[in-house]
């Protein structure tokens, strides 16, 4: 079992930075990706950024070269900076974990982004 507790969601005008964190705790030594996921009123749940425990990142289109994924491991933790922020990247912003083949979701935080 995994479990995830992010933070640092919150209100940030366009063009603003926000940085989001996702603790790991429980059984963390089988998890190979974490990465942050993000889902809009009326929208699917969409792929932000994932970090292997190789160091690979993945990216979508839309937050290349504005947003970076980081991981601390000596705290378990997985970060999301976010700048140049957008009206459209307002969603609930989930934290991820692949454990072995399972996935695990925090409880989300909300990022609202004014124009």
């Known amino acids: 079992q995994v479990q995830l507790v992010e933070s640092g969601g919150g209100w940030v005008q366009a063009g603003g930075s926000l940085r989001l964190s996702c603790a790991a705790s429980?059984?963390?030594?089988?998890?190979?990706?974490m990465g942050w996921y993000r889902q809009a009123p009326g929208k699917e749940r969409e792929l932000v950024a994932t970090l292997t425990t190789g160091g690979t990142t993945n990216y979508a289109a839309s937050v290349k070269g504005r947003f970076t994924i980081s991981r601390d491991n000596a705290k378990n933790t997985v970060y999301l900076q976010m700048n140049s922020l957008k009206p459209e990247a307002t969603a609930v912003y989930y934290c991820?974990?692949?454990?072995?083949?399972?996935?695990?979701w925090g409880q989300g935080t909300q990022v609202t982004v004014s124009s």
């Open positions: 429980g059984s963390i030594v089988r998890i190979s990706t």
């Open positions: 991820y974990a692949r454990h072995y083949v399972t996935p695990y």
